[in-house]
Structure formats: structure tokens, C-alpha cells
């Protein structure tokens, strides 16, 4: 069975169901990305007493990704 040079290879459902469901993510945290710049170009940025400090963002995502690393 011979193929033409660049013709598409179909996926397995399952397999386009990881894709779509991948891209819906990826469009979602690009929304919420957009959303949070449009807000910051309508309003400024926003006090420093109403931020959260960046270590404790990167320490509280450590722990999310901690909590599903599997254990050894």
C-alpha cells in the first residue's frame, strides 16, 4: 500500500481526543492569559499590597506538582 509523499497519517480516536483535549487547555490558559494583559492595559497594573509575592506562587505550584509526581 503505497502513500503519496505528504499525505496525513489519521490518528487513533483516543489518540485525537488527547489532542483535542491538549489544545482545549492550551486555549483556555491563553484566554485567561489575554484576559489578565487586556485588564492590565484597561486599568494599569494593579498595587503592590494587592499582589502576591512570586515565591510563594512558585513554592504553592512546587507543592501542586509535587502532589502528582508519583512516589519512587
Known sequence: MSQEPGARQPLEPAAADVVRAYAARTRADADRFASA????AANGLPAVEECTPWEELREAHLARLATQ???A
Open 37 to 40: 494583559l487586556e485588564d492590565i
Open 69 to 71: 509526581r508519583p512516589a
